[in-house]
């Protein structure tokens, strides 16, 4: 309890002359006779916003804190003179919080020339949904380019969830931060109203001024257009259709489901699988019975229904096991019926084996700020020869493996069609993945740039050419567009770390003999020197080769920065949700819609600084 010393505050009124009234903070004591800190003094400012950066924001401990007795006694220990603040002032110090983090986001925004989003939409414990929108670009520093991801929003959204109102909503936060002109690729999931929303709503070319009402008298609005001008209005709705990218990943899970509905002979193996996974989290007896088999730090993972990857693990942890020891632990805990077959066991094997290489790909481009566009092709190419390879060696599940490529050619047939390995019935910029950007950013990123192209491309030598020569031309044609800066060096001999190879694509480096290249200025040259240093270096990171030769390919760099800068999945934004359902916890669900937003928002961007 805290003493209010009324002679003091007197004395101090009349020796403050001139130089304002005193806090009233400043003569309150502690029930203990200890003068307390003021809320303006700097230890407390310190301690308070310690609290509620590390505590309330990154432990995602709930507000309600500040409240409790037995903070306060914690807080009395550590600090005897601090008094906490109240919770409205800690909610308060949180919007106050959100506002400046809002205004260093818009800063960096302002600096930068393109933008790529994701976007989804999520629904609480309250079952009240908010759409989430990350940002990604490429910030260009001194010290070499770096990634950033910041989160622009998490707000509430009422009403019915239309292909429309998404995009009305995304618009208006898009305005908010001034990023709609410089909007290069939007990320979504496979859902309808998605689709609708990015592909039919957005962008929206006419205003309200322009929506041509007076103008339906006009004869010349019922002639015919020139051929000039129709291609011109073609080419502007194909790049508003391409603005929209499909989630690399969501596509990926899709191929895989496809491929399990289409087969039945390891149900009976999975059915068994499933049921034990199931003892083994709720019977006692059977985890104390495999404990004490295989040891108490021994464990076998759940699998949740709409993850198939956690279903893998299980199989995978499951057939790490001994399967004579695992039968006769099923038989002595009363489960005979549980127990595997050798032809289950081996079904179980050709699995992992088979799928493996799946989980691998989703790992890949599944990251935030590491580049993750670039190995969606080479990914797609490597699975589809991976399947291949895996129709000679297969004993059980050739159904499975030929259910799995033929969804993986349906479900990025625009890759496929790209390659020449697939014979298009229109555009490929309207097929799904067809986008040249996946081109463009497997041949930019050093580490795969054409080594896809002969080790994975099931083609003759002139179609390879082919498709070399058109990929060039592609990245000419951006690359031309960079005005060249007036001089220009690089070192590209500097010897680097050789980082681990994905075994995934284990066959992609053939190390030839070095010849000398040509140190000429033009586009040309400065691309075909850029194709012989990748082939000399294995193993190299990507930013951190284009940090070291961005003076080398002055022309190069910017096209790569660019097309490197977008992800291949929405996985950013469902990071965003996990990091809501952490805080939205059972215990909190009086936490209003706003506060959620905010503690939100400010954990995902706890690093913009």
Known sequence: MFIYRFSEFCKAKKLASGEGQSSIDSFLTHSKGVQVYSQGHPRHK????????????????????????????????????????????????????????????KSKLEKTDTVSVTVDIWTDRSMRGFLGITSHFMELEKNGPRLQSVLLSCERFTGSHTGQRISEKFEEICDNFNIKHKLDYIISDNAANMKKAFTVCFPSTVTDSEDGDNDLENGNLWEETSEEFQDDVESIQRSCRQQRL??????????????????????????KLTKFCSLLHSACS??????????????????????????????????????????????????????MSAREWSQLKEL??????????TNLTQGEIVVTVSAALPCVLSLNSHLTTMLNTTRHL???????????????????????????????ED???????????????PSFCLFWLEQDVFATDEVKNEVKEMLIDQVLAQARKVPLPDSSSGDDDQDEPPAKTPHLFSGYRKKGAKKTTDHGSSVRTELNR?????????????????????????RLYPVAMRALAVPATSSP??????HGGLIMRPHRARLSASTLSILIFLKCNALVG
């Open 398 to 428: 050739v159904g499975f493996i030929k259910a799995l490529q033929t969804s993986l050619h349906q479900r990025f047939k625009g890759i496929f069609v790209n390659v020449r390995m697939d014979v298009p019935a229109q555009l490929a």
């Open 530 to 554: 850029y194709i012989q240093v990748t082939s000399e270096e294995d193993g190299v990171d990507c930013l951190d080769f284009w940090k070291r030769y961005s003076t080398v390919f002055p």
């Open 286 to 339: 059977m985890k104390e019975a495999f404990e004490a088999q295989y040891g108490a730090n021994h464990s076998i993972p759940s699998a949740v229904s709409t993850r198939w990857n956690s279903t893998l693990r299980l199989v995978e942890a499951v057939t790490d096991l001994d399967l004579q020891n695992l039968n006769v632990l099923l038989e002595t805990q009363g489960h005979k019926g549980l127990c």
């Open 431 to 445: 097929l799904p993945f067809g986008d040249n950007l996946y081109l463009m950013s497997a041949f930019l990123d």
């Open 246 to 271: 499909q989630c690399f990943a969501h596509s990926l899970q899709l191929v895989v489901r496809d491929g399990l509905k289409e087969t039945k002979c390891i149900n009976n193996a999975m059915a």
């Open 352 to 361: 992992v084996e088979i799928l493996a290489p799946f989980l691998q790909a």
């Open 573 to 578: 934004v469902e990071r965003v949700f996990s």
């Open 46 to 105: 310190a301690i308070t916003e310690s609290i509620i950066q590390d505590l309330i924001i990154s432990c995602n401990l709930p507000l309600s804190l500040i409240d409790k007795p037995s903070f306060k006694n914690f807080m009395a220990v550590v600090e005897e003179k601090y008094c906490p603040p109240s919770r409205s002032t800690v909610t308060r110090r949180l919007s106050e919080l959100a506002a400046d983090k809002m205004s260093k986001i």
